[in-house]
């Protein structure tokens, strides 16, 4: 009840332009739907991550490496997706990827090599990239419309279907095969894709950034010397993205190992590892308009980095399973926010194609992690391989600080 009492409060809360328009309340609602939806599925893939190592017979290197084809496929679609938005619109973009990732959830489980693994990966990968670009362009147009910076509200949502889909996971891990989990969690998505796609197929976009800014200031200037000025502020918030994905990636992908491998936790404890930083990722975005209306979009992601980095060394380096699930709250806490400022301040510079830019440039980090976690913990271990995760966050502090008069666009 408390968990239907936040997912409530969170969808009431309501512009003045929503509460006038029932149009966006129902965009606002579709939208979400689908970012819940994406956490839900990735969620439900992660936790069962290590039984489909061991049953592909994967070591930590060639897992890494499979784990890699995820992040390639996503930055391989992200800048076509973006393209894609253009000339057939972000809400039949988000419908049609929707559908493509709950099918393609159903495949990693089939394989039985590696090498197996990482193909399929590559299309699951193509697919969640695609949706993330076409659901977040979606979004920047709606935050156009509101005038409010509401991002953090959808990426909550992202946060709490992570939370549940790694709960789920982590209840019936030890009864159902991988197979027959991923499976049902198809059929959820597809669902939710049939209910959600229809609301946004028969309501047309809002108004785009470029001619409605979504920090109600001036519009942005046009022509080659607005372009450059536009490519300069991309540029920082994908590397900001960039810094923070490696972490929330790497979180995803090698957390439950962690725990399991090197801490003696059991499946369920495991799975706990990932629903806890999933869970403290949902409080901190239900709070993150709130925050960036208070202190600004600089100082939120100043303060969110250095949290982060204090619980990513805890989480890495804790002797105890229980601690290092406390390191993940702190880390789910700080990371929470980065992400969804750095997207949407991209899109506001620059539509879908900032969008796109962004999000290629910031999974950047999640196609490095996989593969250099992998690696590292070979050579020295995966509690050491876990401390870049601390070091990246800490660099994204110091270039979010050196930068801030980039993002600074006053209170939205």
Same mark, same amino acid.
């Given at each position: 009840?408390?968990?239907?009492?936040?997912?409530?409060?969170?969808?009431?809360?309501?512009?003045?332009?929503?509460?006038?328009?029932?149009?966006?309340?129902?965009?606002?609602?579709?939208?979400?739907?689908?970012?819940?939806?994406?956490?839900?599925?990735?969620?439900?893939?992660?936790?069962?991550?290590?039984?489909?190592?061991?049953?592909? @017979? #994967?070591? =930590?290197? +060639?897992?890494? /490496?499979?784990? %890699?084809?995820? *992040? !390639?496929? $996503?930055?391989?679609?992200?800048? &076509?997706?973006?393209?894609?938005?253009?000339?057939?619109?972000?809400?039949?973009?988000?419908?049609?990827?929707? @559908? #493509?990732? =709950?099918? +393609?959830?159903? /495949?990693?489980? %089939?394989?039985? *090599? !590696?090498? $197996?693994?990482?193909?399929?990966? &590559?299309?699951?990968?193509?697919?969640?990239?695609?949706?993330?670009?076409?659901?977040?362009?979606?979004?920047?147009?709606?935050?156009?419309?509101?005038?409010?910076?509401?991002?953090?509200?959808?990426? !909550?949502?992202?946060?709490?279907?992570?939370?549940?889909?790694?709960?789920?996971?982590?209840?019936?891990?030890?009864?159902?095969?991988?197979?027959?989990?991923?499976?049902?969690?198809?059929?959820?998505?597809?669902?939710?894709?049939?209910?959600?796609?229809?609301?946004?197929?028969?309501?047309?976009?809002?108004?785009?950034?470029?001619?409605?800014?979504?920090?109600?200031?001036?519009?942005?200037?046009?022509?080659?010397?607005?372009?450059?000025?536009?490519?300069?502020?991309?540029?920082?918030?994908?590397?900001?993205?960039?810094?923070?994905?490696?972490?929330?990636?790497?979180?995803?992908?090698?957390?439950?190992?962690?725990?399991?491998?090197?801490?003696?936790?059991?499946?369920?404890?495991?799975?706990?590892?990932?629903?806890?930083?999933?869970?403290a990722m949902t409080a901190g975005r239900l709070s993150g308009t709130a925050v960036v209306q208070r202190i600004g979009p600089a100082r939120a992601l100043v303060t969110g980095g250095t949290t982060a980095t204090a619980g990513l060394l805890l989480g890495a380096l804790a002797p105890?399973?229980?601690?290092?699930?406390?390191?993940?709250?702190?880390?789910g806490l700080g990371l929470a926010n980065i992400f969804p400022i750095a997207i949407a301040r991209a899109g506001e510079a620059g539509g879908p194609g900032g969008v796109a830019a962004a999000s290629t440039v910031g999974y950047g980090g999640m196609l490095l992690g996989p593969p250099?976690?992998?690696?590292?913990?070979?050579?020295?271990?995966?509690?050491?391989?876990?401390?870049?995760?601390?070091?990246?966050?800490?660099?994204?502090?110091?270039?979010?600080?050196?930068?801030?008069?980039?993002?600074?666009?006053?209170?939205?």
């Amino acid at each position: 009840m408390p968990t239907l009492n936040k997912i409530r409060s969170a969808l009431s809360w309501a512009s003045p332009q929503e509460s006038t328009d029932p149009r966006l309340a129902t965009l606002r609602l579709a939208i979400t739907a689908f970012f819940a939806m994406d956490g839900f599925l990735f969620a439900g893939w992660v936790v069962r991550i290590p039984a489909i190592k061991e049953q592909t @017979g #994967a070591s =930590a290197g +060639s897992l890494g /490496l499979a784990l %890699l084809g995820v *992040s !390639a496929g $996503a930055v391989a679609f992200m800048m &076509l997706t973006g393209r894609l938005c253009r000339r057939f619109g972000s809400h039949a973009v988000t419908v049609w990827s929707g @559908g #493509a990732m =709950a099918l +393609s959830i159903i /495949l990693p489980p %089939l394989t039985g *090599s !590696a090498t $197996a693994l990482g193909l399929v990966l &590559l299309v699951f990968g193509a697919a969640y990239g695609s949706l993330n670009v076409a659901m977040n362009s979606a979004a920047v147009d709606l935050i156009g419309a509101l005038r409010r910076p509401v991002m953090p509200s959808f990426h !909550a949502a992202f946060s709490l279907g992570g939370m549940v889909g790694a709960g789920l996971g982590g209840l019936i891990a030890g009864g159902l095969s991988p197979t027959v989990h991923l499976l049902l969690l198809a059929v959820i998505g597809l669902l939710v894709t049939a209910v959600a796609g229809r609301m946004l197929l028969t309501h047309p976009a809002p108004a785009a950034p470029e001619q409605l800014p979504a920090d109600g200031g001036p519009e942005r200037p046009r022509g080659p010397s607005g372009a450059g000025r536009t490519r300069r502020p991309v540029l920082v918030f994908g590397l900001i993205a960039l810094c923070t994905a490696y972490g929330e990636g790497a979180m995803a992908d090698w957390g439950a190992l962690h725990l399991s491998q090197d801490l003696a936790a059991g499946p369920g404890l495991s799975a706990a590892g990932y629903a806890v930083f999933a869970l403290a990722m949902t409080a901190g975005r239900l709070s993150g308009t709130a925050v960036v209306q208070r202190i600004g979009p600089a100082r939120a992601l100043v303060t969110g980095g250095t949290t982060a980095t204090a619980g990513l060394l805890l989480g890495a380096l804790a002797p105890a399973a229980w601690a290092a699930c406390l390191g993940f709250a702190v880390a789910g806490l700080g990371l929470a926010n980065i992400f969804p400022i750095a997207i949407a301040r991209a899109g506001e510079a620059g539509g879908p194609g900032g969008v796109a830019a962004a999000s290629t440039v910031g999974y950047g980090g999640m196609l490095l992690g996989p593969p250099a976690i992998g690696f590292l913990a070979e050579a020295f271990g995966l509690p050491a391989a876990l401390t870049t995760l601390a070091l990246l966050s800490a660099v994204a502090v110091l270039i979010a600080y050196a930068t801030r008069g980039a993002h600074h666009t006053g209170r939205t």
